[in-house]
Every structure is written in structure tokens, then in C-alpha cells.
């Protein structure tokens, strides 16, 4: 009832429906309709009330509402469970609590902005309300802590494929799985897992999705930027999100049935780190080499004056063209 | 001073102090002795306190209690903070809330009984008060969440040394990690981690050790047995504790200093589980062969008339002998 009564809402373009002709329309009393919109408008909804016009939605709401994200949700596990929050610290650490304490797979965690969002290695993410999606998803993968790596390479195909499909731009993957258009990062994305020695209990996965921020601060000025600005038009979060689902479920439908190699050759496909000279910063030291490729456990493999080095931690960066 | 009143209570023996010979012998005030001797009793210290006699120390105090801890603590790392609980949940979970929060390496959750203790694989633990040691230890290792498997190996021999080293009794390692005397098991070990792709966050190392449970429930009294009566004497608990903190301490500090390689060396001399046949639970097929060796990602690799096969999860039991 709620969603019949939000949908004459919206098909009403902003205009002013009478609480009468939406209590005769959907055969509820009055009072039934007033319910229904005070849910709405708690739920985030910018509804005006008028004691003789009645009801009318504001166009101007683009929030990632679960109502909203519902409507055009199209996969089948992941998005069932949605928590929604105007602001969290986290989305990762809300999800990493809900799935301690047994939300089902697939439950989400979105917020319009994000107080502390992190990236890896504890980077800070800028969060700003309303201009990225800030999502976290919780799988219940039957993996060993052992795939965890892959699992990541999983997502950041989801992910791009997403992307893709719905701003046509043409991102890639840089290793192991920041998403980036034009050498500038769009999606960053941080796994997280809790496990016991052989079974994983839970990961999340989270993304930070840059879509309409216009100015970022100094620190990632040179480094990111937002979808909107690099389709040149604004991008609809609800069909990106939506997206993003959907093809991470297809990924992760796809690594249960067949393992994880169709899911590395998709990654390898649209990565932009393999073939690039790039500079491995790891926790003890670095070097520079040739990426030539990943292998089956997700490692990115670089090849050095010494011999090919196998990579699973730390920091990759791709060093412009010539700056041997 | 509140450890120079318990040591005086303890060389007395039972019998009664006197308040004012307390507060004589430590030149302090009555009031202060009081004011210890109530810390000491919140503590969880047995004295009773007569208004002419004084103070004295029941002797049947045989609880994990910090203090007597901290007396015998060798480590340098590991028990430097302790959490004790008279009965707590789970000291894994209770361990794993402390780490999320940021509590410093080392940091142990020790109780005398758990309600919901687990074991691997989701099943049940028997925890009774005081019959056992319910311990669990926050681990922050500089290693990825490939090398948890190789994690729960160095646990077991670090236990199992300590096992064998104030008991005698001759336990060895069943793979992964479970402490067997005589076929029947005598320490579990649980190990969990919260761990982003590429780096662990925290590992928390469970253990259940019966110490001296005379009789248990009908599903483990075939499979469990008790130190005490492995021994044939008693067996005290503060001693086992500070031992595997001190053993469990070795084995990570070599394994920081040079690698896996001499830990599992190790585990292969104390296990039991090699060179015999086996017979392997997956989470999806079950089958039987022998076990020859674990490789240097702590997999147990079991010969079977198809080839090896390449143990990393499950359920792994050894057959009596001449039952294949």
C-alpha cells in the first residue's frame, strides 16, 4: 500500500493529489493514507502536505531510499535486506556488525554519507551526503580465507562491468581492485572477512563510488574523480547501485558454480595494471617491474631484472609511460 | 601492595592474620589493609575476615585469577593484559570484541566456565567452572589471511609443548590442530580472524584444555579425556596457562623472525596424524586415505588410490588400525 500510494505520488509529477482521491483510488480510509505518508516521509521522503491540496512529492528527492532501490532491484540475493542510514561512520563497520550478528547474505548497507569511510591499507575516504554511493554488501561465501583475494578481484568485475554498463565511459581495474577511468580513481573498493582457519564466516565488501562530487579535497584532487563529471551528465545512483548488485551477483552466481577462473580471465581482460611498468610498494620494501599478470590465487605477478615477484599485499601505482 | 598482602596471606598458610600485623609488616594504615583485602576478595580471593583474629586465605583457591597469573607470567607479549571472567559466553567472541576495539596484542580472555563455549566447525565446547582452562589469545601477526592455516599449526605445537612440558604425559597434534592423548582429545583449538584482503586485522586463538572434568556429557565421553586423569595426579592450572603463554610466544616469535618453515618442521614431529590412514569429512565429499605430509600452506596431503589430494577444510579422523 505504501508503494501504490508513493507510485501515484510520482506519476503525479510533483503536483498536489488529495488525500480523497488517493483514499477512493487505492480503496483505504483516510486515516489509512495519512498513516502511509507519515511512514513515507519518516522513510525519507520529501512529502508537503496541504490541509486542501492534499499531498505532493518533491521532485528534487534523489536519496538511495530502500523503496526506491527496491523498485528497480533486479538481483535475487543480494539488496533483499537493505539498511539504509542518512549518515554512519561506516558502511563496512555497520555491515561487519550486522553480519556478526547473522543478517542474511546478500543484506546491504547504504548511506548517503559516510563520517569516517575508509579505504585500504586505514586511507581515509571522502564520503560527502549525496554525491557517491557509500555501500557495503554482506556474503556468506563457501570459501576458505584463502580465496579472500579473489573474492576482491570478483568484486571489482561486478563492479566495472557496472559501471560500464550504465555510464559507457570505459573504466578499468587496477590491481587489485580500484577502479579507475582515465588513471583517476571512480570506485574504490575494501574487503573485509572475518574467518575461522578454513571456513570464512563473512566478508564484506564495500565500495566508495565517486558519482557527482565536484570538488575534493587536496589530498585526492589528482587522483579521483566522479562519473558524472567523466560521462559529462549526471548518473542515476538508484540504476547504478541497482546495477552494481546485479552484476556482483552474477560474478559471485558464476564463481560458486564454475570456481574462480572465468571470473580472473574477465579481471585480467579489463585490467589497466597488466602490461603497465608499475611500482610495488609493499611493507617492507619496494621495487619496480613489469605486471605481467595474476595468478590462479589472485597474486599479481611483476617481473623484475631479478625475476618475476609475486605480489598480495601492499600498494601498486602505475608509472606514467616512459619514466623508467 | 595489594600483591605483598596476598603474598603474606599465602605464606600464613590458612591461618589467621592479624590486621594490624598486616598493616605493621607493610607499614601501612588498618585502613589501607582493609581497603586491599576488600580489592582482593572483588578479585575473587577466598579470605575470611574475623574482627579478632584477622585475615586469612582459604587454601582451595585454585582460580585463574590475574594476580596469580601475573605471579608466574614468563612472556613478554602474550597475558601482559588479562580479562578474567567467572563465566562468560565465549571467551573467543569476548576476545574478538576486545580486538575490534583496539586492545593491544597479547591481550587474553581467560574464564573459569562458558555457557556457549565452541569448537570448530560451529559445535559445541563443554566448559565447566573451574575444571578447565578457557582461554583465548588477540593475536595482531604481520601476515595475510593465506597464512591463517599455517596460524592455527603454530598454535598447536606452541600448546602442545606446553601440554607435554608440565604434564609428561606424551600428547601429539591431530591435523589442524586438536591435542590428543591416547586417541582422545584434550585441548581444542579455535582460531578466528577479522582480516581485510591482504592483511590481518586480528587473529584470535581459542583454547579449550580439559584440565581435571571427571565426567563428561555422553557426545565427548568417548572422544574427551582430562589432563588430571591423563596424569594420574593433579594438574595446576596457573602453571598450564603461563606455560602456553610462554610456548604459544616461542612459536610466534620464530615464525615472525623466520618464517613458517621451522614451526611446521615442528607440528610434522608432534603430530600424530601422519603416516596414518585417514579418513577426510568435506563440507561436500568424504573419502579415506593415508595421510603423508602437510605442505608449506599447512594443507594436509592425503594419498588415496586416485593420487594426492590436498586436505584445507573439514573434518579429518584417524581410523583404527586394520579398519580400512
Not at 137 to 166: E, H, S
Not at 169 to 195: Q, Y
Not at 267 to 275: D, F, K, V
Amino acid at each position: 500500500m505504501r508503494t501504490a500510494i508513493l507510485e501515484l505520488l510520482k506519476r503525479n509529477g510533483g503536483e498536489y493529489i488529495s488525500g480523497e482521491e488517493l483514499s477512493r483510488n487505492l480503496n483505504v480510509s483516510r486515516t489509512a493514507v495519512w498513516k502511509h505518508i507519515r511512514a513515507l516521509k519518516q522513510a525519507g521522503y520529501d512529502i508537503e502536505a496541504h490541509s486542501r491540496l492534499g499531498y505532493a512529492l518533491r521532485q528534487n528527492t534523489d536519496r538511495l531510499l530502500p523503496d526506491e532501490i527496491r523498485v528497480q532491484l533486479t538481483s535475487t540475493i543480494l539488496g533483499q535486506e537493505i539498511h539504509y542510514f542518512s549518515e554512519v561512520d561506516s558502511t563496512n563497520t555497520e555491515a561487519k556488525k550486522l553480519a556478526a550478528n547473522g543478517c542474511p547474505e546478500g543484506t546491504i548497507v547504504v548511506a548517503e554519507a559516510q563520517s569516517t569511510g575508509r579505504g585500504r591499507l586505514s586511507r581515509g575516504w571522502f564520503s560527502p551526503f549525496g554525491q557517491g554511493i557509500w555501500l557495503s554488501v554482506v556474503l556468506r561465501p563457501p570459501f576458505g580465507p584463502m580465496d579472500a583475494a579473489k573474492c576482491t578481484l570478483m568484486a571489482a568485475v561486478g563492479v566495472n562491468r557496472a559501471i560500464n554498463a550504465v555510464t559507457g565511459i570505459g573504466c578499468g581495474i587496477k590491481w587489485p581492485n580500484d577502479i579507475l577511468w582515465n588513471n583517476r580513481k571512480v570506485v574504490g573498493i575494501l574487503t573485509e572477512m572475518s574467518a575461522e582457519m578454513d571456513v570464512i564466516n563473512y566478508v564484506v565488501i564495500g565500495m566508495g563510488i565517486n558519482v557527482s562530487i565536484e570538488e575534493f579535497p587536496d589530498e585526492f584532487a589528482a587522483s579521483a574523480v566522479s562519473l558524472s563529471v567523466a560521462a559529462g551528465r549526471s548518473i542515476s545512483r538508484v540504476k547504478l547501485l541497482t546495477t552494481i548488485l546485479a552484476e556482483l551477483e552474477n560474478a559471485y552466481i558464476l564463481v560458486k558454480k564454475s570456481g574462480f577462473a572465468p571470473v580472473l580471465a574477465a579481471w585480467r581482460q579489463e585490467s589497466i595494471t597488466l602490461g603497465q611498468q608499475v611500482k610495488v610498494q609493499g611493507f617492507e620494501r619496494s621495487f619496480t617491474g613489469l605486471a605481467v599478470d595474476i595468478d590462479a590465487d589472485g597474486a599479481l605477478l611483476v617481473k623484475t631484472s631479478q625475476g618475476v615477484e609475486r605480489v598480495v599485499a601492499g600498494d601498486v601505482s602505475i608509472r606514467p609511460a616512459g619514466s623508467l
